[in-house]
């Protein structure tokens, strides 16, 4: 074969007219869901996957995932979109791939067990919508919380995904609980259960490429069924994961377009395109037409995104997920917290109770919720704890938890923690073995009730249902009962130059002295961006008026200054919370009026309050809750300091308070 001919040979083989593999691998596609998720906190809007949607079609992946996890939450919360309606839109552009979501088992796509009516009319209206599979986990690996939905799924007749969450323990598969015996049965059990394909789902990036190999193999020789694998980046290992599965027998793997790959997502599909050309499982996609996309996403997408995505460290790896075997978006999580409570300096503290706290909890898996659970639990321990009492601010899911209403843990949860947890607890003190979601009474009825005709359909009663804070007022945005503010609606690629353009000016010492002299009055619709360029950190003000937007002020933060809340890396399941913008940085709440002296029960954490439970007058009993406040998801019910009466209650739910705002008085 002359070198001409070799050239021609390899032109012809990036088509995807080369001849057909024996076992091809199958290639789920991440980045319209875990992609932007991980990599820009779930933010991704349905307007940037349309100009890509009509050519990933003609890729031939085995799926796309484009729902569900974050995205329910972040669309309606954040973006003012309506996440049934992303579906919908998705599908008149992609009409030959299936549409996967990620589905938490009973959690739905929230952060708590749901009741059955809820979790069924859920999964009904979203096969209805137009999805297809259902990759289904729960954060116990307890399948009982699979027992409502998986007949939903198959009664629509969609494809029911079973996950195993992947976890460990020791440094590499092996141990007490999370040894290749635990894995195998778990296949077995989703098998029994009707899983039409079984989902090793590593979530942290912990799998290690042998260890994969291993796994693998092993599930292969006893289920029948596809055998799929969802691995992160995190730790660098997952693209040598891939290979060895494929080596083993793997059906299907997760990649993302490159511009959605690595650091926290997942590795790239182009590389193992190549890697497996002309093998035995060449996945026969047109590389070209990979290359194709990844320039509309880069040119016309990616520009809208690039602020959000963490580019503080060269390395796109965490190295802290090997060492420590914690989800990264879970560690971005914790070091949020902590930097938000003035207690950065406490992490190696959270470091080495983690695990201890991961142990008395009953060893559970870390994801999507447990990870949160485990995480701000362990970080209330650090902060609050003395050296006679532990556990002293145990939140309300940690006592959900030893309450049994995540279900049943890998090991039993420690009898002294989970006393304490369940002394007052409000549904009873002895802890329930039975499924999580039979304890729970209906709930459509009343959220129906509750929001009325704001719902106009089961798909808006659904998201008040869910999220009934940020889903109420979406529902009032969406039907116009309060106008939209500025900071969930889209920018524009313009808007993006000309932002980029006040930065680089401002980097050039161009713009700093003069519009701050000449800038005008601030309006109510100035909008705030952090904007970080070659490492600098600049907070611009832009106010659109008339129609060009007006420089506000621009502001490079020193070095040193904590980065905001919103650009970190995404939790691979909870958004994190949204920078509080300067100008509506949380007020402590008023002084307690004059006549209301006595002892203050003040805010630990910034947050929201999520309910007051006593009203001005009542008697309290130390250690009673006075009020439940909500802080990186969590919710943590706030004792009330001292035994006397409530003299001034300075909230009422949904405001936001900073640390140390006085939130009532005992006298
Ligand atoms: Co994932």
Redesign the pocket.
Known sequence: MSDHDQLKMTAMNYASDRPKADNPVKIEDLSLR?GHQSLFATRGRTEDMIPVAELMDQVGFWAMEVWGGATFDTMHRFLNEDPWERIRTLKRYIKKTPFSMLLRGQNLVGYRNYADDVAEAFVERAAENGMDIFRTFDALNDYRNFETVVPVIKRCGKHFQGCICYSLTEPRLGGEVYNIDYYVSKAKELQAMGADSVCIKD?AGLIAPYDAYDIVKAIKEVVTVPVHL?S?FTSGMSAMSHLKAIEAGVDIVDTCMSPYAYRTSHPAIEPLVMALLGTNRDTGFDIRLLARINGILEKQVMPKYRHLLDDTKMSIIDINVLLHQTPGGMLSNLVNQLREMDALDKIDDVYRELPRVRKELGQVPLVTPTSQIVGIQTVNNVLFDDENERYKMITAQVKDLCYGLYGKTAIPIDPEVQKKALKGYARGEEPITCRPAEVLAPELPKAKEEIGDLAVDTDDLLIYALYPVTGKRFLSWKYGKEPVPEEVRPVTLEQVRQRQELVKKALAGELVEKPKKEAPEKSDSARTFNVFVDGEYFEVGVDEVGGSPVLNYIQQMPASAPMPAAAPKAA?AAPAAPAPKPEEAPKPAPAPAAEADGTPLTAPMPGMIVSVAKNVGDAVEKGDTVIVLEAMKMENALPAPTSGTIKAINVTQGASVAKGAVLAVIG
């Open positions: 875990d979530m969802h992160h691979p």
